[in-house]
């Protein structure tokens, strides 16, 4: 596999990218299908123990159909720290990573997904883990994994101004 081409961005910390892959509200994956890409961005939860990202989705349509005829996806998680005005530059950090998806059919890990997803986005998660985890939600909720089995970092370390 390729490295990084600008060294001085790279992020080698797998601490610093997982940290990535939990402050990212959403993040990307791309998918392949018959030679023809197809995107999107999803919410998420990161789990460290398990070194895998839960998405929520529908039980059916295009993304289900790609996933199901080929579920290795490429994702990134992006850190927008902004768009420095006046320099024409942006503060960022990424975690790129690849994996396979799967669908959780176990109630317990569902649950287990989740929490994990409430937890990463809601500031108040015991409320919404009391009010919408239930029987019923979890039979009727699909919930696809993404093990991940390689990942990259990269940032901006400073606004750079070129002239």
């Not at 018959?34 to 990161?46: A, K, R, W």
């Not at 942006?90 to 669908?103: D, E, I, M, N």
């Not at 409320?127 to 990259?152: F, H, P």
């Amino acid at each position: 596999m390729r490295g990084i081409r600008r060294k001085e961005k790279a992020i080698e910390s797998d601490e610093e990218m997982m940290t990535i892959l939990e402050r990212a509200k959403y993040v990307t994956i791309a998918m392949c299908q018959d030679n023809e890409p197809y995107l999107v961005t999803l919410s998420h939860g990161f789990d460290r123990e398990k070194h895998c990202i839960y998405f929520h989705c529908a039980h059916e349509g295009k993304k289900i159909d790609i996933l199901n005829a080929n579920n290795t996806v490429w994702g990134q998680a992006i850190d927008d720290k902004g768009y420095v005005e006046g320099a024409c530059d942006h503060l960022w950090a990424t975690t790129q990573f690849r994996g396979t998806v799967s669908f959780i059919k176990n109630a317990a890990e569902k649950k287990h997904a989740l929490r994990i997803m409430i937890h990463q986005l809601e500031p108040n998660p015991k409320k919404v883990i009391e009010t919408q985890i239930t029987a019923k939600s979890l039979k009727r909720v699909n919930i696809g994994r993404i093990d991940i089995d390689y990942m990259s970092g990269k940032r901006s370390k400073e606004v750079i101004i070129s002239v």
